[in-house]
């Protein structure tokens, strides 16, 4: 009953009862507990608002997929520079939910719950289960310590005795185990749980969870503070294990017997599953609460808050990039780019012109500012965005931010020292620098890049314009592929899909692509060997040595066998990776490739097989 609960808790619960808190209505599996609307801001059906918020939908639950933090942030918006129908929005799974299952509460509060809200059309809201929230709002409550709104929850069981003692031992689980667990947890996930294993007072399950950018300062805080005043955290009490017990550290070895027990631990009971501290603790309040009548007691209180930082670590997730944190002011690039002079003009692509620019600080950008008429749609832009920023590997180029402002769009990239590998390949004077052994540690690198964005990635990219004017050489001559812009979003389990606007660059692209526009990793693959055996073929050169050749003829090879004409027959980049690396591998012969007969083909030598059979001989 609320009376035997801290005062403050009922004082806040009734508050929060009398702001529209909705109890669950859903018919769905995935109950929710509660939804909140605020009552004043309305969006129009068909609006932009309801577009974006759309939108906002399907990148949460997007990012929901395999996501092992349990947490993400985005941002929607029209035009960045009014930030116009902007809207935030967050998801916060419960610490112990495996993958699957945030997934699946996220989908349902994206698509069934929140959509078919109670209050219809408000411009924020939140939505509430015992394993996740999720919230979105037209004001920004990224990097605010909002206390509102909030919920609380419990059950209609009480405390019958020695209420005050059993809050203390609640108070001194949170002190002294969950806040600390929670709050050192790292910036991808600050959740903690923890028991106190007593039959006397029956035993007490707790949870404790941050968002995971909250510094541990702000984390142990938070989670203290909320123990007392229901505000911000997701705190959650039971007498029955609620969370995965399995989430549990293993337990700590018992102190040693020789140890007196501290007057501090005796305030300080809790967890066996905790520290020694707390274990000796534990066995010492036993006695005390002996007597309590405890029936069953659970109280549960969710509350949400989003602090944003814009120092990342080099740890950082893909989920915690948000937009937000990569929107670059316009004055800041024209200032590094000498206002897009042409001195610092590094090429012009399909999309727009490319400059060199410098950052205050000393850093090199490349900017691609994209052209009005360029004809990619914010849709594109927005996915190009997205997708670089999340996607981070060594052989892939990092997009640094972006930049709206009025029709310009820009995006930030770091500055890659070499340019482009056609440049290397198409110039005669600049291909004596490519020997062998840098041409193959191209192609090896090429393939890992490539392996990353089909498999090994959270997101599954097709990049649908491999060529090699996108990929880029650092200093070292390490390879990186650019231009993500044509990258399609994949879910899990999808590999390949149709499209009725081909993009590309013909002479790379496969045939069921440029003819049908059937792109599939094997469409990538397809790319690749036109990329990789071409490279090969491109510095052939008498005076190499035995091994060198072999190797040259080996790579030409697998070209070959990535540009079969049936994709069924291509191989995998996994494949590839592993027959670039093992030289005893034996390679399957390939049927001829697409295109065969027309300029486009690779130009496998006619004795290509007889040179196969016996390559000392070439
Ligand atoms: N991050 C970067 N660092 C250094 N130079 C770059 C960078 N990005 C692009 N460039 C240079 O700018 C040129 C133009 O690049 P862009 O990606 O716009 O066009 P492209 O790849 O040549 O053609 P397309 O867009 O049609 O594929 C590149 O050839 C390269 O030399």
């Known amino acids: 009953m609320a009376q035997n609960i801290n005062p403050s808790f009922v004082h806040f619960s009734i508050f929060v009862l009398i702001i529209l808190l909705m109890i669950s209505k859903s018919t769905s599996s995935r109950r929710y507990l509660a939804q909140y ?122 405390i019958y005795n020695n209420e005050t003692r059993f809050m203390e031992l609640m108070k001194n689980m949170m002190n002294i185990v969950i806040a600390v667990r929670a709050a050192s947890g790292g910036s991808r996930k600050k959740s903690a749980t923890d028991y106190v294993n007593n039959t006397a007072i029956q035993t007490i399950y707790k949870l404790g969870q941050c968002t995971p950018d909250l510094t541990p300062n702000d984390c142990n805080t938070c989670l203290v503070d909320a123990d007392e005043n229901l505000v911000r955290c997701v705190v959650r009490y039971e007498v029955y294990p609620f969370f995965d017990l399995s989430s549990l550290p293993p337990p700590t070895p018992p102190p040693p017997p020789s140890q007196p027990p501290s007057p501090t631990a005796d305030s ?61 002011r316009f004055d800041t690039v024209r200032v590094a780019t000498d206002n ?35 004809g990619q749609g914010d849709g594109e832009f927005k996915t190009e965005v997205l997708l670089v920023a999340k996607l981070q590997h060594r052989n892939l180029i990092k997009l640094l931010g972006f930049c709206l402002k009025e029709k310009e769009r820009l995006l930030i990239y770091e500055f890659v020292a070499n340019t482009s590998l056609d440049n290397f390949l198409f110039d005669v004077s600049k291909r004596t620098n490519l020997n062998w052994e840098t041409c193959h540690k191209i192609t090896v690198s090429i393939a890992r890049g490539i392996l990353y964005l089909h498999e090994d990635s959270r997101l599954r990219i097709i990049h649908r314009d491999l060529n090699a004017s996108n990929v880029l050489l650092d200093a070292d001559m390490n390879p990186k592929i650019a231009d993500f812009g044509l990258a399609r979003l994949f879910g899990v389990d999808q590999t390949q899909g149709d499209t009725d606007r081909i993009v590309g660059t013909y002479g790379y692209m496969a045939p069921e692509y440029a003819m049908q526009g059937f792109f599939s990793v094997k469409s990538d693959v397809f790319s690749f060997g036109i990329l990789g055996g071409g490279t090969a073929l491109d510095i052939v050169d008498p005076t190499l040595s035995t091994r060198s050749r072999i190797e040259i003829i080996r790579s030409i090879h697998m070209g070959l066998l990535c540009v079969q004409e049936s994709m069924e027959d291509r191989p995998t980049m996994s494949s590839v990776l592993l027959m670039l690396s093992s030289q005893s591998l034996a390679l399957p012969a390939p049927s001829p490739p697409a295109f065969f007969t027309q300029t486009a083909s690779i130009g496998i030598p006619r004795n290509f097989n007889s040179m196969m059979s016996s390559p000392r001989e070439y």
């Open 340 to 374: 897009f002079s042409d001195a610092n003009k590094l090429g012009r692509g399909g999309f727009g012109t490319v400059y060199k620019g410098t950052l205050a600080n000393g850093q090199k950008i490349a900017v691609k500012r994209l052209a009005m008429d360029s």
């Open 268 to 328: 300080s009971s809790s967890s066996e599953h905790g520290s020694n501290k707390v274990a000796l603790a534990i066995r010492i309040t036993i006695p005390k609460v002996a007597l309590i009548a405890l029936a069953a007691v659970g109280l549960t209180f969710l509350c949400c808050k989003r602090r944003r930082t814009h120092k990342k670590t080099e740890n950082e997730s893909e989920e915690s990039i948000s937009l937000v944190s990569l929107l670059f």
């Open 37 to 158: 609307c605020s009552n004043d801001t309305m969006f129009a059906n068909n609006s932009q608002y309801q577009a974006n918020l759309n939108t906002l939908f399907h990148y949460l639950s997007s990012n929901a997929t395999n996501n092992p933090n349990g947490y993400h942030q985005e941002l929607v918006f029209s035009d960045a520079n009014t930030m116009s129908d902007t809207i935030y929005g967050h998801f916060l799974c419960r610490g112990d939910q495996s993958t699957s299952s945030c997934h699946d509460y996220v989908t349902t509060a994206t698509t069934t719950d929140l959509p078919k809200t109670y209050y219809p059309n408000r411009k924020d809201a939140i939505i509430w289960y015992n394993e996740c929230l999720v919230r979105y709002s037209n004001n920004s409550f990224f990097g605010r310590m909002d206390e509102f709104p909030a919920m609380m929850y419990w059950n209609a069981n009480s």
